[in-house]
C-alpha cells in the first residue's frame, strides 16, 4: 500500500470519527419523531398518576381544584400540554390514600371519598380535555373525540375497611381498578413489605372474596405492592384477567415492590398486564445518594417482562406525580417517547408498541367487562 494510500485512509477516519456523533444525533432523533408519530395516532394508557394526591397536598391549591392549573405550568409532573407532548391518550388518575395509622384515624373511607371527589372534580372542570372513563368503549370514545380517557384507580383494599358494599359503592363512584394492598399488610391481604414472613400466606378466605366480587363487579384486580404470595392467591382466585398498575422485573431489580419470574411466567394463561413503572428505586441499584436510572433501565425491564410473560402482557404504570425518583429526561408526563425511541433503536415493531402503549390493557378492561357480564348470567 502506498503512503498516498494509507494517508487518505487516516483522513477519511478521522473525518468519519468526527461526522459519528453528528450521526448518532442523527438516528436518535429519527427515532424519537417515530415514537412521536405512533403515539400521535394511537396514544398510551398509563397504569398510574397520582395527580389528585398533587391536588390534595401540594401547598398551590391544598385540595382546591380550581387553584391547582393544569392549563398552563402546573407545579407538578403534570399538565396538559405536557400530557400532549408525552403523548398521553388514556389515564388511570390515582386515587390513592396511605395506609398507615394515621391515615386510619383520619377515617379510610372519608379520605378516599374525599380523593374520588377531587378527581370526578377535576376531570369535569376540564370537559374539552378530559372525559370520564368507565368502560373500554368510554375510552375509545374520549380518544376519538381528542380528550384524555380518565379512570380511576384505587391503590390500597384498607379503603374498604373489610366491606365488600364499600368496594360495591366506590365501583358505583368511577373505580375501576383497585390495589388490593398498599405498603400495609390488611387483615385479608399480604403486603410487599411483608413477602418474607407474609402473616395470611397470601389471601385470608374474604381476600379470596374480595378477588371474587370485584370479577363479578367487571373492577380490575391490580397486584402491585402486594406480596407474592397475594399475587399468587389472587391468581388462584381469580376469573379475570389482572394488572401490575405500577411495578417491574424483580429478576432486574430485587425489590419486594416488583414481580418475580414465578407470577410473569402465570400471566399468559391469566391474561393479565405488568405496567412498568418510572420509579427509578424499582429499575435500578445504582445509588448513592439516589439511583439515577435512564430511559434505557425502563426499556431494559419491558423487555425482560415481554421475554418471560410475553408482548400481549406489557404496558406502562409511570407513577408520575407519585414519586420524585425518575429516570434521566423523564421527570414529567412529557417523558414517554423517550422509551419508545429507545425501543425502536432497538428493533421494535409498530405493532407491538402499539400493545405496550395501550392496547394490552384496553383488552385486559374488555376482558374484564367480559367476565362480569358471563357472571352476571350465571355462566
Not at 182 to 198: F, G, I, K, R, Y
Not at 295 to 314: C, F, L, Q, S
Not at 327 to 342: N, Q
Amino acid at each position: 500500500m502506498s503512503r498516498q494510500s494509507v494517508s487518505t485512509i487516516a483522513r477519511s477516519a478521522a473525518l468519519a470519527l468526527l461526522l459519528l456523533p453528528a450521526t448518532l444525533a442523527a438516528q436518535e432523533d429519527a427515532a424519537l419523531t417515530h415514537a412521536r408519530q405512533l403515539l400521535a395516532s394511537r396514544p398510551i394508557i398509563d397504569g398510574h398518576n397520582d395527580l389528585p394526591w398533587e391536588i390534595r397536598i401540594n401547598p398551590v391549591s391544598r385540595m382546591d381544584v380550581d387553584k391547582y392549573p393544569l392549563r398552563t405550568r402546573a407545579p407538578g409532573q403534570t399538565d396538559f400540554a405536557r400530557l400532549k407532548s408525552g403523548g398521553v391518550g388514556g389515564q388511570f388518575w390515582s386515587v390513592y390514600i396511605p395506609g398507615e395509622d394515621s391515615a386510619k384515624q383520619y377515617g379510610y373511607a372519608k379520605m378516599q371519598l374525599e380523593q374520588l371527589d377531587i378527581a370526578r372534580r377535576m376531570i369535569a372542570k376540564y370537559p374539552d380535555e378530559l372525559q370520564l372513563a368507565l368502560s373500554a368503549s368510554d375510552v375509545e370514545s374520549a380518544r376519538k373525540a381528542g380528550k384524555v380517557a380518565s379512570l380511576l384507580g384505587m391503590e390500597g383494599g384498607h379503603a374498604i375497611e373489610n366491606s365488600l358494599a364499600l368496594l360495591r359503592m366506590y365501583y358505583a363512584l368511577g373505580a375501576r381498578y383497585m390495589t388490593l394492598t398498599h405498603n400495609v399488610t390488611l387483615d385479608w391481604a399480604d403486603a410487599a413489605l411483608d413477602s418474607v414472613t407474609p402473616p395470611h400466606h397470601g389471601l385470608t378466605p374474604f381476600g379470596r372474596d374480595v378477588v371474587r366480587e370485584m370479577n363479578r363487579l367487571g373492577m380490575i384486580v391490580d397486584l402491585s405492592h402486594v406480596a407474592p404470595s397475594t399475587m399468587s392467591a389472587a391468581l388462584d382466585v381469580t376469573t379475570a384477567p389482572v394488572i401490575f398498575s405500577h411495578s417491574s422485573a424483580r429478576a432486574l431489580m430485587n425489590t419486594p415492590r416488583d414481580v418475580p419470574d414465578s407470577i410473569l411466567a402465570r400471566l399468559p394463561k391469566n391474561g393479565g398486564v405488568v405496567m412498568v413503572t418510572f420509579v427509578a428505586g424499582f429499575l435500578t441499584n445504582i445509588a448513592p445518594p439516589a439511583p439515577n436510572a435512564t430511559p434505557k433501565n425502563v426499556a431494559d425491564h419491558i423487555e425482560y417482562i415481554r421475554k418471560i410473560a410475553g408482548v400481549d402482557h406489557i404496558g406502562l404504570g409511570s407513577d408520575y406525580d407519585g414519586t420524585s425518583e425518575l429516570p434521566d429526561g423523564m421527570k414529567d408526563v412529557s417523558g414517554f417517547p423517550l422509551v419508545f425511541a429507545e425501543l425502536i433503536r432497538r428493533g421494535w415493531r409498530d405493532a407491538d408498541l402499539r400493545k405496550l402503549a395501550g392496547e394490552n390493557v384496553l383488552r385486559v378492561l374488555r376482558d374484564v367487562e367480559s367476565t362480569r357480564d358471563r357472571l352476571a348470567r350465571g355462566q
